[in-house]
């Protein structure tokens, strides 16, 4: 490697480590500690034993600044009171906790106090009274009962405020710039927007700091800043910021503390080629280009302060020190003063970045993003300087070419590397709120407990260089603390309260005592041969289901059993707890259930394939709702894809295809054997119900197929050609409007054409086939309401109507009931995406109710679905945080139909009879649970029983 420093330059840890001889470095020292003291004392006293030319001493300090490392000053933890302390803000003390300290690679747990003051921790353990006696009455005591307690959350990735919601032309995309691939003087902060209605909400996830970058339509967006996501007295963006770099209000700070890590964002791969019609080829020569000239700068910085650190202030007459504001950022980066954030997906750019860091000597903090990362971390690990962190999605894979290989098992495999695992949101893209939740998932899927809560506190902290303040409960840290409700790595984990320098964030936190079975470390489900699989395979690892050749298998130990009874789900077994149920299973039919000696005879032993399943259960196969599953694959190649239907309200229809009056059926674009499909199959969704993918109003006839099936004509491939019509009423950026859409389905609804659209519509209003709507606004939602009613009459007969998305329809719960109208609640926990759901009922610890709850409580039938076909697989982890989260108040049968039969119930679906539903067996706990692991579907019209 050539070096970009002449060996004369000054800085005294380059020029030992490179060797420099004896005599200059001596002098070197000399030189800084004469500048030292000059800097110090004024100019004056230099002078008496040298004359120094105008702005010498500027200059000395500026060359002696740009090669201190970045970090906190050493009398850090001198300080007594936070640079963020708000006056005012009391004095508390938070007994009997049980806390994540963060330390011994986060292993410790201590059962102690903690005392917070001023915005800092000031002590964990055993608090002395006499300490105690300094506080008086100010000291507000809280005894938290045992409560696990967690260093506040670390979001590494984050758009928020500049990627603002509800997304609004004026103050949305703040995160990206359209004017050239390279970027690095652009920064995050400038974009800050503080009424992000974002924040509130992650807070109640127990996020209390955020890395914010740039998005990634650039090479090189720009510099990513750190808030806190606390109101600030001054209410402004600048002071969210934690520990900012001088950058923020001088262009070029000379100083003699140590420099605040800044942060920069690259990206590679398909977004920079998206935006600037770019080759992989064109963003890596971007990237050259761009450090090429920062190399240029940094040289000549060092050549000029090497001649004035010897002095040579002839040669340097007149010559200012070189800078330049748009490459300044970069040429920081290769001082390693820069924490260098690399959205990057794939081998190839994982390489090409690597190949970077080392041609222009400058270390990669993290890979963000990064879905292929496991599969090459020796590629990592030759990167300058370190390996750089990973941080990651769980299971959010596939949407696009470069996400196609991503694994549920990158954490745990890269973490058995020796790579640094975070979990990140990319907050709008996963809601902040719910990072917790990544980390829950990486650990089901095998990352360590300790590394999977270190993976959203203190590794994120370090990586972004705030380790020595944020990520940890120690003394000295900041006070940002969360208290949980249960162990944070089970489901459903929610702040009781959140502290952010020392001040309590959550005014009136809703939230309930949860069972002793959540507040232990959840067990997790072996997944050593799937992990292994995921890297044999390079991330696409066989997924299909095998049948059994036994024609009977008999599964053991099975503590419950589920069944669809009359359209609900009912437990129709629970073995108590010294009792062996079992379940035969004949020719892919449920021959017998119940209790051993019931069930079984010798002869029936002999030729069976027998299965434990350690305290696993039976259940009804879940059904998915609301994604494009079964019509897409990689969700952003078209090529991969089903297609977009032609809308009515848009354009014309070609004639050939019925003209205005055309209607689609999603049954004729599916496509099988999908992974997404089929990782939903092995996580116990049978079935998926989907509709023709749509650009805005006209959709036309969903359909339902079995998730497990390779192909369309093999047996029971398709449940139901047809399960209902679909149209989306939303605001689609003026046009058509609201009323327009509203208008063209009166018209539809009313007087039905004789043509081929028509007759379905008039299904709909003669009540024959449901109408499924989606629309979140209530506004709609009423209208809606008033539109049945109007049809009602019209037809003289009850219609059938469910409305899909639906996040504001807790509004009108009452009115809903009444009209007799069905909720499919997509996604099941809401998020102010746009205008139109802004008015969502958050639920714990937020709102006393969750908008599920207030449905429930009106008797309204509700299901929930999902919007992207990656998250098909998560749909009973959805169901069993739902149920959750209205209280403990329903029942597991209530929350299994959730995701199960209402969805078919709603979407116009026949629910098979008990004797031919397809069932789902899960070993050591309930589909519910977190612990368990689907491990076969008995399926009794294909006459099997796949194992998983
Ligand atoms: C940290 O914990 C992980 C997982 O438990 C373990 O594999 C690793 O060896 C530990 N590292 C150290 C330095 O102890
Ligand atoms: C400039 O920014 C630093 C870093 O946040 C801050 O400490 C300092 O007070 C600021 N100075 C001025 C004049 O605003
Ligand atoms: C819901 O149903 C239950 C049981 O049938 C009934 O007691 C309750 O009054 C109903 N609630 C409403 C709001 O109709």
């Given amino acids: ?200 909400l992650s807070i109640s996830g127990g ?49 003699s503390d140590p420099p605040r890590w800044r942060q920069m964002k690259h990206a590679c791969g398909e977004n920079p080629s998206r935006v600037y019609g770019f080759s992989r080829m064109d963003t890596i020569w971007s990237f050259r280009e761009a450090y090429n000239k920062a190399r240029q700068l940094k040289v000549s910085q060092d050549q000029y302060c090497a ?64 879905h292929e990362a496991y599969l090459v971390p020796d590629v990592l690990k030759k990167a300058y300087d370190h390996p750089p962190a990973v941080a990651m999605f769980a299971t959010n894979a596939r949407y696009k070419r470069e996400a196609y290989r991503g694994s549920e098992f990158a954490p745990r495999i890269l973490a058995e590397n020796g790579i640094q695992v975070v979990m990140k949101s990319d907050h709008p893209v996963l809601d902040s709120r719910y990072l917790l939740y ?127 009874v009359d359209g609900a789900v009912r437990e129709v077994f629970t073995a108590q707890a010294d009792e062996q149920g079992v379940v035969v299973v004949e020719d892919g039919k449920i021959a017998c259930s119940g209790m051993y000696e019931a069930c079984i005879t010798p002869s029936l032993l002999s030729n069976a394939k027998v299965i434990d399943v350690h305290g696993g259960s039976i259940s009804p196969g879940l059904v998915t709702y609301g994604s494009q599953l079964g019509l897409e694959e990689i969700s952003a190649e078209s090529s991969t894809n089903d297609g977009y239907v032609y809308d009515p309200l848009m354009q014309q229809v070609p004639s050939i295809v019925g003209g205005d009056d055309s209607i689609v059926r999603a049954v004729d674009g599916l496509q099988y054997g999908g992974r997404d499909s089929l ?34 004509l093999q047996e029971g491939a398709i449940v139901q050609e047809v399960n209902a019509l679909h149209v989306t009423v939303r605001h689609f950026g003026g046009t058509p409007s609201i009323s327009t859409q509203i208008a063209a389905l009166r018209k539809l609804l009313l007087e039905p054409s004789k043509g081929d659209a028509g007759q379905y519509f008039k299904g709909v209003s003669e009540g024959r086939l449901t109408l499924v709507v989606d629309t979140d606004s209530a506004d709609v939602i009423a209208t809606l309401i008033l539109l049945k009613k109007e049809v009602e009459q019209k037809f003289g007969r009850p219609i059938k109507l469910t409305i899909a998305g639906a996040l504001e329809a807790h509004i009108l719960a009452k009115e809903i009931a009444e009209a ?79 995701g199960s039969t209402n969805v078919q119930l709603l979407l116009g679906g026949e629910i098979d009879a008990e004797d031919v539903h397809d069932m789902v067996v899960t070993d050591g706990g309930n589909l519910l649970d977190f612990e368990s692991k689907v491990v076969a579907v008995i399926s009794p019209k294909r006459r099997t029983v796949d194992l998983l």
């Fill in 1 to 200: 490697m050539e070096k970009a420093l002449p060996s004369y330059t000054s800085p005294p840890r380059e020029a030992r480590a490179k060797g420099t001889s004896v005599g200059k470095a001596l002098y070197g020292i000399l030189v800084l500690a004469v500048s030292a003291y000059v800097l110090k004392q004024g100019a004056n006293i230099y002078d008496a034993f040298r004359p120094l030319p105008p702005h010498a001493s500027a200059a000395l300090s500026r060359c002696q600044s740009i090669n201190l490392a970045a970090g906190p000053s050493p009398d850090f933890y001198k300080r007594k009171q936070s640079d963020r302390y708000e006056p005012g803000t009391k004095t508390y003390l938070l007994k009997n906790a049980r806390i994540w300290t963060g330390d011994k690679n986060g292993t410790e747990v201590l059962h102690a106090d903690i005392l917070i003051d001023k915005g800092i921790i000031k002590g964990i353990g055993h608090v002395r009274n006499a300490a105690l006696q300094a506080y008086k009455e100010e000291l507000i005591d809280i005894d938290v009962n045992g409560a696990w307690v967690t260093p506040g959350i670390v979001d590494l990735h984050s758009h928020l405020g500049d990627a603002s919601s509800p997304a609004l032309e004026g103050a949305s995309g703040d995160d990206n710039s359209f004017k050239g691939p390279i970027q690095p003087w652009l920064r995050s902060l400038d974009g800050l927007n503080t009424h992000d209605a974002s924040y509130a």
């Fill in 207 to 255: 996020v209390t700091t955020a890395l914010v970058l740039p998005g990634s339509a650039n090479a090189i967006g720009g510099q990513g800043f750190t808030i806190k996501l606390r109101k600030t007295s001054e209410r402004s963006p600048t002071s969210m910021l934690l520990e900012p770099p001088y950058q923020i209000n001088s262009s070029f700070p000379p100083s």
């Fill in 307 to 370: 001649r004035a650190f010897a002095g040579e202030w002839d040669a340097l007459a007149g010559q200012p020190y070189p800078e330049d504001l748009q490459w300044e950022s970069l040429v920081d980066v290769i001082r390693g003063r820069v924490k260098v954030q690399v959205h990057c997906y794939e081998t190839v750019d994982l390489d090409d970045i690597v190949r970077l860091s080392n041609e222009f000597e400058f270390p990669i903090a993290a890979f963000h993003h990064a």
């Fill in 438 to 564: 990544e980390a829950q998932q990486a650990y089901v899927y095998g990352l360590p407990e300790n590394l999977a809560i270190a993976a959203v506190t203190s590794t994120p902290a370090e990586i972004m260089g705030m380790g020595h303040r944020i990520g940890y409960v120690k003394e000295g840290w900041d006070a940002d603390l969360v208290i949980w409700d249960s162990h944070p790595l089970a489901l459903g984990a929610t702040p009781k309260q959140v502290f952010i320098d020392g001040i309590p964030q959550l005014e009136h936190p809703y939230v309930y005592d949860k069972p002793s079975a959540f507040q232990r470390t959840p067990r997790v489900p072996n997944f050593d041969k799937e992990a292994r699989e995921a890297v044999e395979y390079e991330g696409l690892p066989p997924l299909e289901p095998e049948p059994s050749d036994a024609g009977v298998v008999l599964f053991t130990n099975v503590k419950s059993v589920f069944r669809p």
């Fill in 679 to 712: 990782l939903a199959y092995r996580a116990g969704v049978t079935v998926a119900i989907t509709a023709p993918t749509h650009r805005r109003f006209y959709a036309g006839l969903s359909t339902s197929f079995y998730t497990g099936a390779l192909n369309k």
């Fill in 820 to 898: 007799k109208v069905g909720i499919l609640q997509v996604p099941s926990r809401p998020f102010p995406t746009t205008w139109e759901r802004l008015r969502i009922l958050p639920g714990h610890p937020l709102s006393e109710q969750s908008s599920l709850a207030v449905l429930l409580e009106h008797n309204i039938t509700v299901g929930i679905g999902i919007e992207e076909s990656w998250s098909a697989r998560n749909t009973r982890f959805d169901i069993a945080w739902a149920a959750l989260d209205v209280g403990g108040s329903i029942t597991q049968e209530q929350a299994m139909a959730l």
